[in-house]
């Protein structure tokens, strides 16, 4: 009897380990694999840590926007900001600036900004100005310009601006309908396009004002106009409001 139990009980347990043996060696076969594939893998151009998608929909929600024009259309002091999203200077000025604007005087009526793409590099034009301008087509383009500035790492990272991160960025867009923007865009790049004509014109205006390779803002209201050069911070852009109402 107990020759026989002997030999029953590891005939018995054999298959049971082999299968467990078994998927032992074919997870660590696929994950070393994996750890070949990390190793050797080419550097990938995939954005998908887009970061600031709630945050604007805070600061630009429920605010009127048509085209480049954010805030209501009989706001009586007008703010035309020039700035390359695609800067440093830019980002850090639409980041200290816009946002506080936005939540107060553009929000309440008294003020309504129009956005103004003018390169401050030697390029006449930037790939993310198309970008803004295709968001703009839909009436989205200063949500648009907020995520270029908060995810502006993203290309320092990856070493470039291209159409797959602005892409990524449109997508973060609430309501932004993809196909639309990268038809958009897609048109606004062909060589001399309605939007490059667009975008020359705005870099002519800022030439005549005589406005420095910096954010400037120009604040027209019923009592003058004030042009704000260098980077204009949250103080001098109300005390121009002020100045101009």
């Given at each position: 009897?107990?020759?026989?139990q002997?030999?029953?009980s590891p005939?018995?347990?054999?298959?049971?380990?082999?299968?467990?043996?078994l998927?032992?060696?074919?997870?660590?076969g696929?994950?070393?694999?994996g750890?070949i594939?990390?190793?050797?893998?080419e550097?990938?151009?995939?954005?998908?840590?887009?970061e600031?998608?709630?945050?604007?929909?805070?600061?630009f929600?429920?605010v009127?926007q048509l085209?480049?024009r954010?805030?209501f259309g009989?706001?009586p002091v007008q703010?035309?900001?020039?700035t390359d999203v695609q800067?440093i200077?830019?980002?850090?000025?639409?980041?200290?600036?816009?946002?506080d604007?936005?939540?107060?005087?553009?929000?309440?009526?008294?003020?309504?900004m129009l956005?103004r793409?003018?390169s401050l590099?030697?390029n006449?034009?930037?790939?993310?100005?198309?970008?803004?301008?295709?968001?703009a087509?839909?009436d989205?383009g200063?949500?648009?310009?907020y995520?270029?500035v908060?995810?502006?790492d993203?290309a320092?990272?990856a070493?470039?601006?291209d159409?797959?991160l602005?892409?990524?960025?449109?997508e973060?867009?609430?309501r932004?309908?993809?196909?639309?923007w990268?038809?958009?865009?897609?048109?606004?790049?062909?060589?001399d396009?309605?939007?490059t004509?667009r975008?020359?014109e705005?870099d002519k205006?800022?030439?005549d004002?005589?406005l420095?390779?910096e954010?400037a803002m120009v604040?027209?209201?019923?009592?003058g106009?004030e042009?704000l050069?260098?980077?204009p911070?949250?103080?001098?852009?109300?005390?121009?409001?002020?100045?101009?109402?």
């Amino acid at each position: 009897m107990n020759g026989e139990q002997g030999t029953e009980s590891p005939t018995g347990a054999r298959p049971g380990r082999f299968w467990i043996l078994l998927a032992l060696i074919v997870a660590g076969g696929a994950l070393l694999v994996g750890i070949i594939g990390l190793a050797t893998k080419e550097p990938s151009n995939e954005y998908v840590r887009v970061e600031g998608t709630t945050d604007a929909q805070r600061i630009f929600g429920g605010v009127r926007q048509l085209g480049d024009r954010l805030g209501f259309g009989d706001a009586p002091v007008q703010i035309q900001y020039f700035t390359d999203v695609q800067s440093i200077p830019g980002r850090e000025n639409f980041l200290a600036v816009v946002p506080d604007l936005v939540e107060t005087e553009v929000r309440n009526g008294d003020v309504q900004m129009l956005f103004r793409n003018r390169s401050l590099t030697r390029n006449p034009t930037q790939i993310s100005f198309y970008g803004v301008e295709a968001a703009a087509a839909q009436d989205a383009g200063w949500n648009f310009a907020y995520l270029m500035v908060r995810n502006f790492d993203l290309a320092e990272e990856a070493g470039r601006i291209d159409e797959e991160l602005l892409s990524d960025l449109a997508e973060g867009v609430e309501r932004m309908e993809l196909p639309i923007w990268k038809r958009d865009f897609e048109r606004g790049i062909e060589p001399d396009s309605a939007t490059t004509r667009r975008l020359e014109e705005y870099d002519k205006i800022a030439i005549d004002l005589g406005l420095r390779a910096e954010p400037a803002m120009v604040v027209a209201g019923p009592s003058g106009t004030e042009v704000l050069q260098d980077s204009p911070g949250l103080e001098r852009v109300r005390t121009a409001i002020e100045a101009v109402r």
